[in-house]
């Protein structure tokens, strides 16, 4: 959705997701052309982010995409609401990593959706599976803090380089 939105060209969501470290249970390879297949890493079956070979600076780089993320994990922030308006008034992308059982009560994984905006003290959420979602801030903060800094979970700041 990035990519798209920043007019960039790219390979196919399941590439970029391989090119990310994507790892599923052998028992989801059929879904997939090109995929790994292991052991449950600690942050959960998806992307590997969070090794500098899957990050995605180094997918930006290895691809000449000149955009960069930033990390940011909940504790870290003084007032979040703000911080966030903030990010995305200077065209930065927002995507936030979360435990997906907290914020929308099934399915004790991380789940990271893209973040449209903030009206109030709601987040509107795009998400390629979940379609487009309003939710409150202080819930899907939570769901973050759970998910927890092991896991990355938090806030990734897209901006240009």
Known sequence: ???NRRKIKHVSQEEIAYDLGLIIPKKEAHFFAKVRMGKKPVAGYGTQVGKKNYSINNYFLK???KLKEKYFFIDKISGIQKFL????????????CFNNKKLYGNGDYGHV???KGIQNDNVILMDPEKGKRK????KLINAAKLHGIKRRGGFWI???K
């Open 63 to 65: 691809n000449k995409i």
């Open 1 to 3: 959705m990035i990519l």
């Open 158 to 160: 897209i901006s240009g």
């Open 135 to 138: 939710v409150k801030l202080l």
């Open 113 to 115: 959706s893209l973040i």
């Open 85 to 96: 308006i903030e990010k995305l008034r200077k065209n930065n992308d927002i995507m936030v």
